[in-house]
Structures are given as structure tokens and as C-alpha cells.
């Protein structure tokens, strides 16, 4: 490994755990830009889902109540989820890093100019199954293509007026059940040769680490806090990916 291909790759993974930790999805979202810089994309999708599904376990312990409390929710999202996974790995085999490189950044820049509206928009407060599970089928395409299965559906829930608890309480085992779907695939596809598995030794301890100080700074943060601090994140990081692309 030469020292840039280390420098990128525990910039990701330090990224992409400590979002992980503060708002239990994202961490594609944050790491993949630093990724495909230096792999291409099937490596770079193997290594953001697994790190995202080790990093995660912590996540779920802390909501681990309200996602007994809120079960019921998890059907209607897991199995269009899961439908759409083999969709999105399939398509990852016709796209380059900067294409999705710019897929990330466009995502990255909506997702913080929603939340930093978020306030405006209305609650929904009815049940919508068939947009839930359209959103979850999404997310799914989303997750096999780029690892991101949440970051659609954390905007769509955001609409509900649930507490931040509420929200992860599903988004994270959505998340977790998409991205060991999606790690699967790759495997089978050949994805975690050696490369891959040298880059996971060094990115896993790193986004562990950083997803503790993610969880750390979570169970300090008010929700308006959270949600500023949220949409700081995602807008600094998507112009940064496309600064980088021009």
C-alpha cells in the first residue's frame, strides 16, 4: 500500500464511522468519496458495506429498545429492501468511480439542502405502506449499487413525526439487512480478494473507533443540534467530491 492509498482509506473509514455512530446510516455516503479515489468500485462498495455492517452492531445495541418497541414497522421496508439489492449489485458492474463519485456528491448536497428545510415542510402523520415500501425498494437498489440504503429513507421517515430514537430504530436494521445482502453479493461476485482484504485490517479498527465518538457525540446532541450538525456534514462533503471532480 503506498501512503496515499492509506491516507484515503482511513480518511473513509474514519468518516464514514463516525457518521455511522452519530446518525446510524451514512457511511457511504462519507467514505465511498475518499474510496474511489483510489479503488474501483466493486472494491470500494465490498469495503464501505462491510465496514458500514461492523460499525453499525454498535448502533443497534444503543437503540436496541426502541427497536423492539417500534417491530412492527420493520416488514413493510425489509422486504422491498431486499428485493432491490440484486438490482443495484447487477448495475454496479456498468458504472465508474467518478460517475458514482458524483452520484455520492449529488446525494450528499440534496440530503443536506433537505434537512436545512426539513423545518418547513410538513409532517405526515397518516400511514403510506406502498410509498414505504417504494422508498425501502429504492433504498435497496441504492444499498447494492453504492452501499447508501438509508440515505433515501432517512429523509422520507425525517417526515414523520418520530423522535430521532424512533427513526433509528428502524433505519438501522434496514440498514444492517441491506448491507449484509449487499456484502454477500460481492462475495459471491469474487469481490474480497486480497487487495480488499488488506484495506478491510486497516479500515475496520478505524471506523470502530470513530463510530464510538459517533455514538458518543449522538447521546449528547439535542435534535436540533443533531440535525445542524447533520447537514453540515453532508454539504461540506458533497461540494468537497465535486471540487475534487472538476
Do not use: H
Amino acid at each position: 500500500m503506498t501512503s496515499e492509498f492509506i491516507l484515503f482509506l482511513v480518511l473513509g473509514a474514519a468518516a464514514g464511522g463516525f457518521v455511522n455512530g452519530l446518525a446510524g446510516t451514512g457511511t457511504a455516503l462519507f467514505s465511498l468519496g475518499f474510496y474511489l479515489t483510489i479503488l474501483p468500485p466493486v472494491a470500494a462498495i465490498a469495503i464501505s458495506s462491510l465496514v458500514a455492517i461492523l460499525a453499525g452492531f454498535q448502533g443497534l445495541w444503543v437503540v436496541r429498545y426502541d427497536i423492539l418497541q417500534n417491530r412492527k414497522r420493520l416488514p413493510g421496508f425489509l422486504i422491498p429492501g431486499l428485493i432491490g439489492v440484486p438490482i443495484g449489485v447487477t448495475m454496479l458492474d456498468f458504472v465508474n468511480a467518478d460517475a458514482l463519485r458524483l452520484m455520492i456528491a449529488v446525494v450528499l448536497i440534496v440530503y443536506g439542502g433537505f434537512f436545512a428545510f426539513r423545518s418547513t415542510l410538513p409532517s405526515i402523520d397518516v400511514a403510506m405502506p406502498k410509498i414505504d415500501g417504494g422508498i425501502a425498494l429504492i433504498g435497496g437498489v441504492l444499498g447494492g449499487l453504492a452501499s447508501m440504503s438509508g440515505a433515501l429513507p432517512v429523509m422520507w421517515l425525517s417526515m414523520r413525526p418520530w423522535s430521532k430514537g424512533e427513526i433509528r430504530a428502524l433505519l438501522q436494521p434496514f440498514n444492517m439487512v441491506i448491507l449484509v445482502a449487499t456484502a454477500t453479493m460481492l462475495f459471491f461476485k469474487g469481490a474480497y480478494g486480497e487487495t480488499v482484504v488488506g484495506a478491510l485490517m486497516l479500515a475496520i479498527p478505524v471506523a470502530i473507533i470513530s463510530s464510538l465518538v459517533g455514538l458518543f457525540v449522538f447521546n449528547r446532541l439535542s435534535n436540533a443540534l443533531f440535525r445542524r450538525l447533520l447537514i453540515t456534514l453532508c454539504l461540506l462533503t458533497g461540494l468537497g467530491i465535486l471540487y475534487s471532480l472538476m
